[in-house]
């Protein structure tokens, strides 16, 4: 990249950084390109959509909750480890305006995409915590995403600690314990 467009790029990533802190995954684009100085077809010719724009923003974020799950791979218990990372990432994806829903809005077909990183990042997690026993084998890590998405956006309101108690509430449902009934438990006349 010439030294032009790797100034406009990073000046156009500290204030989309900044105007998505403030105004969340929708801030106005004109505003950031102004604060960026550039002009809207610079911004528009480098990130075509927002997605693409909030994709660049959050990419280092994202990295550093993938290196955290690649840390506690080697915790001593796997459900521990599987639930303290998606507690991290509930707690930051709360904390960081924006980011949840860009998350929970990626465009299904991209592959090199936030929400893949953490999907790959957190499957060895989840993985080892199912052959432990301690999940259902029926959970994916996909599954997780979207919870700790969901839950992250709803409680943005609320702040990191209602985060942290819905997710809670929710992983207990992902324990071999926490089934659902089989269906003919479910057809038995009331």
């Given amino acids: 990249m010439r030294a032009d467009a790797q100034r406009n790029y990073d000046r156009i ?3 989309a950084s900044e105007a998505i802190a403030r105004d969340g995954a929708y801030a106005s684009l004109e505003d950031i390109a102004r604060s960026a100085g550039v002009g809207s077809a610079t911004l528009h010719r480098r990130f075509p959509t927002r997605w693409s724009l909030l994709q660049a923003v959050f990419r280092g974020c994202v990295g550093n909750l993938a290196k955290r799950a690649e840390d506690l791979r080697d915790a001593p218990d796997a459900l521990d480890a599987l639930t303290t990372w998606l507690h991290e990432v509930t707690a930051y994806a709360t904390t960081t305006r924006g980011l949840a829903e860009s998350l929970l809005n990626e465009p299904v077909e991209e592959t090199d995409t936030c929400g893949t990183m953490l999907v790959a990042a ?24 979207i919870l700790a998405n969901g839950i992250s956006l709803a409680a943005q309101p609320m702040g990191a600690a209602k985060a942290e108690h819905l997710l809670t509430l929710a992983l207990q449902g992902i324990g071999s314990a926490g089934r659902p009934p089989s269906r003919a438990a479910d057809a038995r006349p009331v």
Avoid at 122 to 143: N, Q
Wanted: overall charge negative.
């Fill in 13 to 15: 990533i500290t204030a």
């Fill in 122 to 145: 957190g499957e060895p997690l989840l993985r080892r915590a199912i052959d432990e026993g301690s999940v259902r084998p029926d959970i994916t890590m996909a599954d997780l995403m």
